[in-house]
């Protein structure tokens, strides 16, 4: 998909009761999320987002250039936006600062100059893709279709041998430490 059609989506809902799907991206699709450090600081980003700003993590998929993850906000008033920022700003920095003192062949390929301006880009730009989600039946398929991304992909022949996502947990295994939250569809406003 083109970039102008990305930025043409609608912004993000903050419905209480709803949950949020989110899929973002590294920066030129570039495969960062190969690295198991830079996972790790996406899990540690994750879970202390998930505290300060008090939502369930439901379900989640580290791919080697995307992440797709579904929380659940607890609260009834809430604002997506810091919560992907929270995910997502520390790992940039922390990518940033590890590849201009150990890779500093790739600083040109993250660079975006704006003016006298430069900038270092680990995420795509924007917010990524964000989709409330309100019934059940939606929510399961959606944990389905990113449970199997590594699979469709031929990385792994089964969903749970992935080791950075939920998967493995869903199915009785700890393939890391980010544990997702248990799932009540009975806060989803259709299951009333």
């Given at each position: 998909m083109d970039w102008r059609e990305r930025s043409q989506r609608r912004p993000a809902i903050n419905e209480p009761g709803h949950?949020?799907?989110?899929?973002?991206?590294?920066?030129?699709?570039?495969?960062?999320?190969?690295?198991?450090?830079?996972?790790?600081?996406?899990?540690?980003?994750?879970?202390?987002?998930?505290?300060?700003?008090?939502?369930?993590?439901?379900?989640?998929?580290?791919?080697?250039?995307?992440?797709?993850?579904?929380?659940?906000?607890?609260?009834?008033?809430?604002?997506?936006?810091?919560?992907?920022k929270a995910m997502k700003q520390s790992v940039g920095s922390k990518a940033v600062r590890h590849i201009r003192r150990y890779a500093p062949e790739w600083l040109e390929r993250i660079t975006v100059r704006h003016g006298k301006r430069t900038e270092r880009r680990f995420w795509q730009a924007g917010g990524g893709y964000d989709r409330n989600?309100?019934?059940?039946?939606?929510?399961?398929?959606?944990?389905?279709?990113?449970?199997?991304?590594p699979v469709r992909r031929g990385l792994v022949e089964l969903a749970?041998?992935?080791?950075?996502?939920?998967?493995?947990?869903?199915a009785g295994r700890q393939p890391n430490w980010l544990r997702p939250d248990p799932i009540?569809?009975?806060?989803?406003?259709?299951?009333?």
């Amino acid at each position: 998909m083109d970039w102008r059609e990305r930025s043409q989506r609608r912004p993000a809902i903050n419905e209480p009761g709803h949950a949020h799907a989110f899929t973002f991206t590294c920066y030129r699709r570039f495969q960062f999320l190969k690295a198991e450090r830079t996972c790790q600081w996406l899990a540690e980003a994750i879970d202390a987002a998930r505290k300060d700003y008090d939502f369930a993590l439901w379900t989640y998929v580290f791919m080697p250039e995307h992440v797709h993850a579904i929380i659940y906000p607890r609260q009834p008033i809430y604002d997506v936006r810091p919560i992907l920022k929270a995910m997502k700003q520390s790992v940039g920095s922390k990518a940033v600062r590890h590849i201009r003192r150990y890779a500093p062949e790739w600083l040109e390929r993250i660079t975006v100059r704006h003016g006298k301006r430069t900038e270092r880009r680990f995420w795509q730009a924007g917010g990524g893709y964000d989709r409330n989600v309100t019934e059940a039946s939606t929510l399961f398929f959606m944990i389905e279709y990113i449970h199997q991304n590594p699979v469709r992909r031929g990385l792994v022949e089964l969903a749970e041998d992935w080791k950075w996502s939920s998967a493995g947990w869903f199915a009785g295994r700890q393939p890391n430490w980010l544990r997702p939250d248990p799932i009540d569809v009975n806060l989803l406003p259709a299951a009333y």
